[in-house]
């Protein structure tokens, strides 16, 4: 697995990374293994605005809901809809190969700031 | 401290995720709660269950002690044979539900809760007054492996307990395996056929690797506490804690076929209980399937026409069937009927629901 060199994550574990102006906000490797079977994902509407912090979906596992953090303030621009129907995707594929949501960010660069890399945050989490 | 069974380094070698529950460090997961599942249904699983209590009973007041405690009558299981049993309250409340087996007469075994283990000790204790029986909590003793699933009887005749001495659905069988003595019930918590097998806890290892080893050829796996609650859940079988409580009793709790209603002698609750299932109940437990795409969880609100109605006491996916179900309590006074519509509040949205038959599964196996 390649992880892609932007990644920048967040303690509620999501992650975030800029290409061509847009921002991809996903879910790490380790939250997923946490998780184990993921079977349902809900996702915001396209066009929502949330600032950082605050709640934009929901994935649940066999055992349980747990809620998903925007690491950075944006508007929503795109969902993942394969996984709509698919949400066993985030258990198959490479944990940065899905992203959940495109957001519009406002604010990037003011809002990174206490994201870490993917290598402090995976030292952090085992 | 979290209480570790006999098992946990085989566990730990398997690679299991460990979870706290009722005080035990516990496999949650092997590989995937739903591959484990289905292999269930499909093939077999091997459960540490460790965890539940093993209470004896003897001497010779022990039957006409143990008709005090329940709404079942017990004298009507002759030896061998297990009965499905609820501990209840003076207000009919569920103190426990358990499995009581007949060894011979005036000498009964129970298995009961990990989660209510001291709760029941004490409950009988308390209520032992003048019987002359003897009350021995042998859980720290005993561990005890279940194996369930459609291959299990298989299995267990490569293990070296043939077919012919496996005990019939619903009894029990004290015999030597592995050079030991063990209790083998025909009992489960899946709704698939297979084998509880109660053993001292030096030389449950070594059974739980000769059952791995020889169900390999029929694709055996370790299953952990995940699957064990949606397996439950898909049998509609209910949950002490989730379903049962001691606000609950049992004509509320749906286990209004267990009561034998025409037990002459007294037991704990059965003023209650028989007002209920004579008059009716004021709540009701029912089992419902999604019909919106959500999955409803414990302790989310039930609806109706907009009004609150109930609670959800289990939810969650159907491995089996690919829908999503759940259990709930919801009052009778809307007389609410197998295929009507309720609805479950998912954070804060309304998400239809569909009230169905109890069994999602329709197999007949009842145990604990």
Not at chain 1, 91 to 108: R, T
Not at chain 2, 46 to 61: A, P, R
Not at chain 2, 69 to 75: A, E, M, R, T
Request: aromatic share 10%; net charge negative; with cysteine.
């Amino acid at each position: 697995m390649t992880v892609k060199e932007n990644i920048l994550c967040s303690k509620s574990h999501e992650y975030v990374y800029e290409e061509n102006g847009s921002c991809y906000i996903g879910l790490t490797d380790y939250a997923i293994e946490q998780l184990g079977d993921i079977v349902f994902v809900e996702m915001p509407e396209i066009g929502t605005q949330y600032s950082k912090g605050e709640i934009f979906g929901t994935v649940e596992s066999v055992k349980a809901a747990s809620e998903l953090y925007m690491p950075v303030s944006g508007s929503v621009e795109a969902i993942n809809e394969e996984l709509i129907e698919k949400p066993e995707l985030l258990n198959e594929v490479d944990f940065n190969e899905i992203w959940l949501i495109k957001v519009s960010a406002e604010a990037f660069e003011q809002d990174i700031k206490d994201l870490v890399s993917y290598d402090s945050y995976k030292k952090e989490v085992e | 401290m979290a209480k570790r069974t006999f098992l946990y380094d085989e566990h730990i070698k398997a690679k299991a995720k460990i979870v706290d529950f009722a005080g035990w460090e516990m496999p949650v997961q092997y590989t995937s709660i739903i591959d484990e599942h289905n292999n269930v249904r499909k093939n077999a699983g091997l459960f540490d269950v460790s965890h539940m209590g093993e209470i004896f009973v003897s001497g010779k007041d022990a039957l006409a002690f143990l008709q005090t405690l329940f709404p079942q009558d017990v004298s009507k299981i002759s030896d061998t044979m297990a009965l499905y049993c609820q501990f209840t309250n003076e207000n009919g409340g569920i103190v426990d539900d358990l499995i009581v087996y007949k060894l011979k007469d005036n000498d009964y075994l129970l298995v009961v809760n990990a989660s209510r283990l001291d709760v029941d000790y004490d409950w009988m204790m308390l209520n032992k007054q003048n019987f002359d029986v003897a009350i021995e909590n042998k859980s720290d003793v005993y561990s005890m492996i279940a194996l369930q699933g459609p291959k299990s009887a298989e299995i267990l005749e490569q293990a070296g307990y043939p077919r012919e001495k496996q005990p019939k659905t619903f009894h029990i069988t004290k015999d030597m395996l592995i050079g030991e003595n063990v209790y083998i019930s025909r009992t489960g918590y899946t709704g698939e056929d297979g084998f509880e097998i109660i053993i001292r806890n030096e030389k449950v290892s070594e059974l739980w690797q000769l059952l791995l080893d020889k169900g390999q050829t029929f694709g055996i796996m370790p299953i952990g506490l995940g699957a064990r609650d949606t397996l439950r859940l898909e049998a509609a079988m209910s949950l002490y804690g989730n379903e049962l409580n001691e606000e609950t009793t049992p004509p509320e709790a749906g286990l209004k076929w267990t009561v034998d209603k025409d037990k002459k002698e007294d037991y704990i609750g059965k003023k209650v209980i028989q007002q209920q299932i004579q008059n009716g109940v004021q709540k009701k437990l029912i089992a419902f399937k999604m019909t919106d795409r959500a999955i409803a969880r414990h302790g989310y609100e039930i609806y109706h026409n907009n009004k609150k109605i109930g609670v959800v006491t289990s939810g969650g996916i159907s491995p089996t069937l690919n829908i999503n179900i759940g259990f709930g309590y919801i009052k009778t006074e809307n007389n609410l009927k197998i295929n009507d519509t309720i609805q479950i509040m998912i954070r804060n949205k309304l998400y239809n629901a569909q009230i169905t038959e109890k069994n999602f599964i329709h197999k007949h196996n009842k145990g604990n």
